[in-house]
């Protein structure tokens, strides 16, 4: 555990002059990297370095920046069955829900280092402030709900070699709108896919601000989305 400030920015030393916002938490991995666990809710920015405690940071939990966190044993029940719904999870286990202390809405900017590859499902959960992300230069997968209902969310810069955009689920299993990545994010306007992209999951895009979607450095046509995109069918849904 270590404290943040309340500009984003970890103190690795135990004793300093400076304020002190919160706390975050890591988990160490079996390759001795770690992982962020928690983030506070009231910092005004993320600033994640690619190292603290002496280890490279390579991971983002599940939740990581929400406002409430469960037990591992009750989030692992997430995605079971025949039904996918985030919301209806949490009225479920509404009495295990771990809320944070204090919650001004979470960060409005945050900047995550390259060294990080993983970044769990609804890591930035209804971040109701959070306007600009800079995501990690080779994240390869956008994972379910990652900024379900960032409703001020302006700008994301996208990594070179992502690949997937959510989950495409099989036809037997019945989703909700909140599995989207981008689903609720109302300021969103315009968003540049890198060429690498193949992968469009369920409910992406859904109630998404979205005028613009294109591919980096092509013209706007529907044959490069044809030829190269699996798209799920409700992807854009509203």
Known sequence: RFAVTADGRILETEFCDEEVAGYVDFAVLEDNTVKLLRWPRNTAAVRLPETVGGCL??????????????????????????????????????????????????????????????????????????????????????????????????????PDCLTQIGTIYPDNVHVMPDVGVFSGCHALRELVLPKTVTVIGAESFNSCGLVHLRIEDEETDAQPWARRIKTHPLAFDH
């Open 57 to 158: 940071i390579t991971g983002i939990a599940p939740l990581a920046f929400a406002a409430f966190h469960f037990p591992e044993e009750i989030w692992k029940q997430f995605g079971g069955g025949s039904s996918l719904s985030f919301s209806v999870f949490c009225i479920m286990h509404a009495m295990a829900m771990q809320r944070e202390a204090v919650d001004v809405g979470g960060p409005m900017e945050i900047w995550l280092p390259d060294t990080i590859r993983s970044i769990g499902m609804y890591a930035f959960w209804h971040c109701d402030r959070l306007k600009t992300v800079r995501l990690p230069a080779y994240l390869e997968h956008l994972k379910t709900g990652l900024f379900g209902e960032c409703s001020r969310l302006e700008q994301v810069q996208l």
